[in-house]
């Protein structure tokens, strides 16, 4: 009788682990995609700005230039 019990209950014990060791790993899992997600955002911004960046360079360096030839030739 005895050991019928605890087989039992070690079975339904084994179940419980089972069921929260898979919890645990989707939590991490969850986790995990969550911070790929910010990860890419903070990318698509952190591009965003470099190209905004450079198109202003690039006008300022168009102005100048235009100015420097306006210069030369009068």
């Known amino acids: 009788m ?5 087989r039992v209950f070690g079975g339904i014990g084994a179940i419980v682990a089972l ?3 898979v919890v645990a790993l989707l939590k991490q899992l969850i986790m995990l995609v969550g911070f790929l997600l910010a990860l890419v955002k903070i990318a698509i911004v952190v591009i965003f700005v470099a190209m905004m960046v450079m198109i202003v360079l690039a006008i300022f360096r168009d102005r100048a230039r235009k ?3 306006y210069t030369e030739t009068v």
């Open 2 to 6: 005895c050991c019928g019990v605890f």
């Open 19 to 21: 069921i929260l060791l």
């Open 67 to 69: 100015r420097r030839d």
